[in-house]
């Protein structure tokens, strides 16, 4: 069972804005940064978001982090088809000492 | 640019080993370590440990502890990943990704490899 906790799944329409929410604990989020993963089936996972809310050169704007104590959310404006994936947040535990991924987030675009 | 191959697919029989290997290019292999993620057919990710590249020094996950050996050869660029004493539950896709980590935590993989399906099957 993982210590942090997102939604399985999001769906939205092709154009509209989805958040995925990534929920832990004052051991995990609330005192490291958060990193965000983009993993279409069948590929390696790809890095979106790095310290909170930093985009990797390349990673268009239409995909931000945030987060505020706790939480961390990834936000993608202008879905498109190509976002049809599934999500990970991950973040290091200092209790596990270990860095942890959320269980992911299959995004659908109607 | 930073580029990490993997190895080849591997189908090992239940308590044997496996040694996947990780060969880096495109940067400075000591200015960043190496982590070990796997992915069992149709669940998550799930962080093995991570080796410096710089010195060596290891962060196993306790669940793999005693059971999983992360070496670096720095004349190759290459890092090895060895699990032992394999078990069914052991099958999935093994990652190899870039890490940099401080005595204090690991801050998430930027670049990764490719990934190697590792088989366990009698």
């Known amino acids: 069972q993982s210590v942090l906790t997102q939604p399985p799944s999001v769906s939205a329409a092709s154009g509209q804005k989805v958040t995925i929410s990534c929920s832990g604990s004052s051991s995990n989020i609330g005192s490291y940064y958060v990193s965000w993963y983009q993993q279409v089936p069948g590929t390696a996972p790809k890095l979106l978001i790095y310290e909170d809310n930093k985009r990797p050169s390349g990673i268009p704007d239409r995909f931000s982090g945030s987060k505020s104590g706790t939480s961390a959310t990834l936000g993608i404006t202008g879905l498109q088809t190509g976002d049809e994936a599934d999500y990970y947040c991950g973040t290091w535990d200092t209790s596990l000492s270990a860095y942890v991924f959320v269980s992911g987030t299959r995004v659908t675009v109607l | 640019q930073v580029q990490l191959v993997q190895s080849g697919g591997e189908v090992k029989k239940p308590g044997a080993s496996v040694k996947v290997s990780c060969k880096a290019s495109g940067y400075t292999l000591s200015s960043y370590g190496i982590s070990w993620v796997r992915q069992a057919p149709g669940q998550g990710l799930e962080w093995m440990g991570w080796?410096?590249?710089?010195?060596?020094?290891?962060k196993y996950a306790k669940k793999f502890q005693g059971r999983v050996t992360m070496t670096t050869d720095t004349s190759t660029d290459t890092a090895y990943m060895e699990l032992s004493s394999l078990r069914s539950d052991d099958t999935a896709v093994y990652y190899c990704?870039?890490?940099?980590?401080?005595?204090?935590?690991?801050?998430?993989?930027?670049?990764w490899g490719q990934g190697t399906l590792v088989t366990v099957s009698s």
């Open positions: 080796i410096s590249s710089y010195n060596a020094a290891t």
């Open positions: 990704a870039r890490e940099y980590c401080t005595s204090d935590s690991c801050y998430g993989a930027d670049y």
